[in-house]
Structure formats: structure tokens, C-alpha cells
């Protein structure tokens, strides 16, 4: 499995405009990813990070260069294809959790499913799974509001899980925890990687997030500037 | 979907409550306007027709060409055959001949020199017949102010204002000096039975109340009348019915036609009437229009506010692949939802105020002292049809246009530009 690659980037340049100029976020990516790995971004603040996840999340469309997940071309996906893509394949954690603050912990993981059409009696089987996997059964009938940051982290984690995507970005998922919190999520998602083949690509500069990683994406400038794997 | 929108709408107040409030205070107001306005107009135009114009009017081809002269040489004639006639053609109305004049009213001192004199104009209508409708029709018994109503021949009712400048109090003699018909000089006596106050500067002026048959002997004029009034059976005036009465009676009386030809003319034929009762039909598509207009102002704003702060969640829900044009629409759709709320609170609210109006009225006799026209002197409210509907249209109409306008800016932004700013 760890063969076959989920994405594909080659000669990526992002550029933003700036003023009259242009300022160049990704100067010249050459990058490939595999099924079922647990990589990571890692990078000074302006590195690039987050520009690469979202390129790589259909957020963003590269300036030249192609970018291929999961058989799509980024560059050429009308948006309507790009949201498919998201919605079928890709989930999202970030730093700061986004959670709908009205609805209940239950009602959020359930949202990505109410997208895909599930029936009823399937959406209630996979929320429940969901909900098991990060240790939120007491917390069903909460709102985001009335819980801790790290259980606010998890919700949004089930929420990116709960469809079992191929792909899933996790921008910062630790800026805003302690250190306990911070662990207790990374083993989850350690756990959800091993158990379910999902493929995790981090952005981040936090030291507890770099010692989970097997695979270690330096970048600087734009540019990856050193690609280690972790042999265990 | 649907369930998890409503349950966010519930659940946010803030999503909720203001724009269901703003809907609610305007369609409350646009359902309250339109009762009130139809109530006035109504009023207006009942108190017209009941003082001058009628619902439906015959008179001569000459007298209608001349009607501000009040030209009692162009009056109808055979006036009780005519009135038979109109009884049998048109069962739906009753019909009243009456005579516009005008003379001077004087008072006689014992030597029978004249004491005061001034300025009247007369209305003879059926004021002795047992049974005539014509003393409720001009609410004589309630503007009663001293005396009493004409019980035989001779005696007369004048405004109270009026008898007060001439000093004359009931019982008292009077004489009318005008003109006959036929244009010669007429001097009449009359006893003063009562005096009245109808609540209406131009009525109060200087008016004098008679009985017909007494004013066809003062003006010469046997079976005689400047017009003939006729009065829906309901109460109110009903456009379309009086103006195909009028056509079907026009054109039965069609091609032979002179000064003594009757022509009859429906209250929106007459004068500025028609004008009003157009307003009336209009009307509460204009009202509509204004708190339309308004009301999407004010959720166009509100919904630019609660945009931004849903900047995280709509965002969120695009990451997760759902189109942006499925996030307008469920946008939309909540506008609906909130319009609906709204429409249905605030025409509940509405029609309550409007209820509490048309039973209990407002006074406003004291606001229309020295008015000219003849205006009602109490606001009353008149609840229709209409106003069980009416301010859906601005409801739902200005919770959706103030959606779509504030949507634009989330619909229009780029992705990846909503997620830098859901960063911060
Ligand atoms: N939409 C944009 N317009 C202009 N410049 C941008 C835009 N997005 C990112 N940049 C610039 O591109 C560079 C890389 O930004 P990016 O957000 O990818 O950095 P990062 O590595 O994620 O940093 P951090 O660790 O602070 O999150 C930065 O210099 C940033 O200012
Ligand atoms: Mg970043």
C-alpha cells in the first residue's frame, strides 16, 4: 500500500500577487506522497507550509507546475470537481477547530455525511464509530462551547475521519493545545493512520508533532530543502 | 439538511432573532398600514357618497356638464316615475332623489326686519316618509346637537355653527330667499326644528337640512330633483358593479340624447373620486413596494453582519466540499424559513392592532378643524381579504433579496482567500 501515491507534485510554483509584483509562496516543488503515510511539513513561519496544504487540498490552484492527488489534476479541476474531490476524499484539521458552535458534537461529525447523502441508520453507525475512535461518548449531546480545547480538537478530528477519507491535511492541529492534549491527539490520529490506511500530511512547527512523524518534509523559501524518513 | 439549518436558525439567536424581528415590526406595520388606509379610504369614500356623490348619481346630460353650479333649471324631471323605474332596473341599490341649492337664509325680528342673514347651502332629501334611510344615511339622529329632527312640512334643520352666527334657536322662524328653477326670485318660510353638527367644517359651515318636498315648493320644482342617489344594499361602494350599472343604464338612453337626457355616473366617475378610489385598488401595492424596499435595506446589513461572523463556518463547509452555490442557496433557504417566521408573527401582530382599531377608532375630529374637504373624523381600520396575505410579500421578499445581496461577498471571494481569513 505504502507504495502506490496518493499525491503527486512536480515543478509547483505558487504565487501570490503582491502590491505591483508578485510574491513567490512555492518556488519550485518536486514532491511525491504515498498511500498510508504520516508525513509532515515542517518550516519557519512563512515557509510555505499552509500554501502547499492548500494546494494540495484543492483550496488554492498552483501558478505552474502540476499537482496530482488521488488521480486529479489540481490545476484543472473545475470547482465543482474540486469540492467533489474534498468532499469524497479529503479531510481537514486545523488550528484553529471551526466547529459549528450551535450544534452538538454528534451534529458536527455528522455534517460531512449529511453531505455524501448517507441514510440515516449508516450516518448514525459511522458517527457512533467516529465518536468511539476519539473518545467523545460522553460528550454526544455537548456543544463546542462547553467543551475544552483538546476535546474541540478531537471533535474536529472525528468530523475529518468520520467518511474515512484517503487524505487528510492537518494544518497546526497542535497550536492551540497543551502538551497532554497535544500527545493524547497525535497517538489518535497515529492509531487512526495504522488502523484505517489514511494518509496524514502535517504542516507544522511543533516539536511534539515532528517526534510522531515518520516522514519529515523540510521547506524554507518555498522550496523543500531536506525529505528524511524515520525508519522505525 | 433542511433540519440541520433550522436547527442552527433555532439554536442562534443571533442568526435568528433580529432578522425575524425586523421582518416581523415591518410586516406587522405593512398589514396595520393597509387596514388603516383601506379603513379611511372607505370611510372617505362612504362619507362622500353619503353627503354628495352616492354610490351611483342620475341627473340631466346638462346638470352633470354644470354640477358645480348646481343647475336646478337642468333638474330631472317625472322624478318618481324616473325613480321607479331605476327601483325596478337595478334592485341592488336604493335610490333617493335629492336638491342641491343655495340662497340666503334670514332671520326676521318680530317686525319681521331681518335680524341676521348669511350665506346656505341646501340639501332637500326624504326626511318625513316613515322608514326613509336618508336620516341614517347622513347620521342626522347622532348630530342632533338641540331640537329635534323635522317631524312635518316646514320645518328645517341647520348647522349648529350656523344657527349659533345667526342667533336663531329652534323654534325659532327663518326664511329662505333663492332662486326657483326657472330663475325667478323665491322667499320661503321655514321653522327651525333642530340644529346639528356633523363633525365636518365644510358641512358645519352653513347648511340647511330640508325636507324635498318642501324645497320643490320653495324652488317651484314638482316632481322635480337635481339627481337621484343610489346606494348599494351592503353599505359599501363596489367599483366594478357601479360602473357597469352606469354603462347598462347610459347605453339603454344612448344615442337620443339632450341637456334632459338622465345620464348615470358611479361614484369613481365623479369629480376627484375616482382618483381616490383608484388609491384605494393601488394602494397596498405600494405599501408593499416601500416596506420591501425598507426592510431588505436593513436584513441586507444584518445579513452582511451575521456573514461575517459565519465567515468560519461558511468556510469550514466549503473545505468539507460542499459547492458554493449550495451554501447560497441553504443561505437562502434559511431567509425563508426566517421570512416565513416573520410573515406569520407579524401579520398575527398586525391584524391584532388592526382589529383593536377597527373596534375601538381613533379620534382625530380635532386635528381636521378648518380642513375644507370633507374627511373622516376618526380613524378606523378596516380589516380585508388582503391583509391575511399582504405582508408575506414584503416578508419573504426582503428576508431573501437581503440575503442574496449580502451573500454576494461570501459567493464572489475565492476559497483560499476565505480560509486566509478564517486563519485569523
Ligand atoms: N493569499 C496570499 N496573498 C499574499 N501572500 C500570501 C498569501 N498566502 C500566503 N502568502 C504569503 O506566502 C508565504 C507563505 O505563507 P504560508 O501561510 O504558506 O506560510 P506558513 O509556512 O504556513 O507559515 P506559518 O507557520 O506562519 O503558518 C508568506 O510569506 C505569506 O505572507
Ligand atoms: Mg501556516
Known sequence: MENSTIIRIEKLVKKFPMGKGEFTALNGIDLTVGRGEFAGLIGPSGSGKTTLLNVVGSLDVPSSGSVTVLDHSIGELSAKEAALLRKQNLGFIFQSYNLFAVHTVYENIEFPLLLLKYGPAERKKMVLEAIEWLGLTDKIRSKPPQLSGGECQRVAIARAMVKKPSLVLADEPTANLDAANSHNILKTMEVLNRELKTTFLFATHDEKVISYLRRKIFLADGKVINDERVTS | ?424
Open chain 2, 1 to 424: 439538511m433542511i433540519k440541520f439549518l433550522l436547527k442552527g436558525l433555532l439554536r442562534d439567536k443571533s442568526r435568528s432573532r433580529m432578522p425575524v424581528l425586523v421582518v416581523t415590526i415591518g410586516v406587522a406595520l405593512t398589514v396595520l398600514m393597509h387596514a388603516y388606509i383601506t379603513g379611511f379610504m372607505g370611510d372617505l369614500i362612504e362619507l362622500n357618497a353619503r353627503f354628495s356623490y352616492g354610490h351611483l348619481k342620475v341627473t340631466t346630460r346638462g346638470y352633470a356638464d354644470n354640477i358645480q353650479q348646481m343647475p336646478n333649471d337642468l333638474a330631472l324631471l317625472n322624478v318618481n316615475s324616473l325613480t321607479a323605474d331605476l327601483k325596478k332596473q337595478f334592485t341592488g341599490l336604493e335610490w333617493s332623489p335629492r336638491i342641491q341649492f343655495g340662497g340666503l337664509v334670514d332671520v326676521p325680528d318680530t317686525n319681521g326686519e331681518t335680524r341676521s342673514q348669511g350665506p346656505a347651502a341646501g340639501i332637500g332629501l326624504d326626511l318625513l316618509t316613515p322608514g326613509s334611510k336618508e336620516i341614517k344615511r347622513l347620521k342626522l339622529e347622532k348630530s342632533l346637537v338641540r331640537g329635534h329632527l323635522p317631524g312635518k312640512q316646514g320645518e328645517v334643520l341647520l348647522s349648529e355653527a350656523f344657527s349659533r352666527k345667526l342667533s336663531v334657536d329652534p323654534g325659532g322662524k327663518i326664511t329662505f330667499i333663492g332662486s326657483t328653477a326657472a330663475g325667478s326670485m323665491t322667499i320661503y318660510n321655514f321653522t327651525l326644528a333642530g340644529t346639528v353638527s356633523m363633525g365636518h367644517e365644510a358641512l358645519d359651515r352653513g347648511t340647511i337640512i330640508a325636507d324635498i318636498e318642501d324645497v320643490r315648493l320653495a324652488l317651484d320644482m314638482d316632481d322635480a330633483a337635481s339627481e337621484i342617489l343610489g346606494f348599494f344594499n351592503g353599505g359599501f361602494y363596489i367599483d366594478d358593479t357601479a360602473v357597469s350599472d352606469a354603462q347598462i343604464f347610459n347605453s339603454a338612453n344612448g344615442p337620443k340624447s339632450d341637456d334632459f337626457t338622465p345620464v348615470m355616473k358611479s361614484l369613481s366617475q365623479q369629480g376627484a373620486m375616482g382618483t381616490y378610489v383608484n388609491l384605494t385598488k393601488s394602494w397596498s401595492k405600494y405599501i408593499s413596494l416601500i416596506f420591501i424596499l425598507a426592510m431588505s435595506l436593513v436584513l441586507w446589513n444584518a445579513g452582511l453582519l451575521g456573514g461575517l461572523r459565519r465567515y468560519g463556518e461558511v468556510g469550514i463547509r466549503l473545505a468539507m466540499g460542499e459547492n458554493k452555490d449550495h451554501v447560497y442557496r441553504t443561505m437562502i433557504y434559511e431567509s425563508m424559513m426566517i421570512g416565513i417566521a416573520g410573515s406569520v408573527i407579524g401579520t398575527a401582530f398586525g391584524l391584532l392592532f388592526a382589529w383593536l382599531i377597527q373596534k375601538y377608532g381613533i379620534d382625530i375630529s380635532g386635528l381636521m378643524k378648518g380642513s375644507s374637504i370633507m374627511m373622516p373624523t376618526e380613524i378606523k381600520a378596516k380589516i380585508s381579504p388582503v391583509d391575511f396575505y399582504l405582508g408575506f410579500f414584503p416578508g419573504l421578499f426582503s428576508t431573501m433579496i437581503g440575503t442574496l445581496l449580502s451573500g454576494i461577498g461570501i459567493y464572489k471571494r475565492q476559497t483560499a482567500r476565505l480560509f486566509k481569513e478564517l486563519e485569523v
